[in-house]
């Protein structure tokens, strides 16, 4: 099996170098993959055609027609689209996603999956890796913590396991957002147990990428 992921930004990519290979197994052996970050996540084109500037690497906007390219290119199984929730209703946003997909012909497979609320959430599924990675994380932030709920994800990761905090890094301003969460991705992501997290988000991705790999199998 071959199959196309697409996240919304760089420590996204981070992330998934290290679980997916955890989920299917080692690059070719016997499945193939290509994972591409983009530059945020951005909004459904109206008429889910594709809009904006390519090269600003917007996802959602440039979706409509890297969908309909692999859909037209040989040898992919499957495109994997991997996004932040957010705020938005999660029902209605994957109608949407569902649509975009259906509306470009061909239409690859092409499975969503939605990180609640943010990527962040994955890591706080697996606590016991997080304190791995950060043995002075604070306890009491992360007590407080509703798995994939909607609370300002990585604010509450940093508030547990960045010196000063979420309010020291918006502070600073950009990059360090970007450069903290590149860190969390290599840090946490070796040790997150994939069969134990407790993020429905990221079990829905890990079991959606597996049954892809069985009815592809062989």
Request: hydrophobic share 40%; glycine share 10%.
């Amino acid at each position: 099996m071959h199959v196309e992921i697409l996240v919304e930004d760089s420590s996204g990519k981070v992330l998934l170098n290290t679980l997916v290979p955890k989920i299917i197994g080692a690059w070719g052996d016997p499945h193939t993959w290509n994972i591409h970050s983009y530059k945020g996540i951005g909004r459904i084109p109206s008429g889910l055609t594709t809009q904006g500037d390519p090269a600003k690497r917007i996802l959602l906007e440039q979706l409509p027609r890297v969908l309909q390219g692999y859909g037209n290119t040989p040898g992919i199984d499957a495109v994997v689209v991997v996004l932040d929730s957010d705020r938005r209703h999660c029902t209605d946003f994957l109608a949407d996603l569902k649509a975009l997909a259906a509306n470009c012909n061909p239409s690859p497979n092409t499975l969503f999956r939605l990180a609640i609320e943010e990527m962040e959430a994955w890591y706080l599924g697996d606590r016991e890796a997080l304190i791995a990675a950060y043995p002075r994380a604070k306890m009491r932030v992360l007590d407080n913590y509703v798995q994939d709920g909607v609370c300002g994800t990585w604010e509450l990761l940093a508030d547990a396991a960045y010196p000063g905090g979420s309010a020291a890094i918006k502070k600073a301003g950009w990059p360090l957002p970007g450069q903290v969460k590149h860190e969390w991705a290599e840090k946490i992501g070796p040790f997150l147990d994939i069969d134990q997290n407790q993020s429905p988000s990221f079990c829905k991705f890990r079991d959606g990428l597996r049954q892809i790999a069985l009815h592809n199998a062989g």
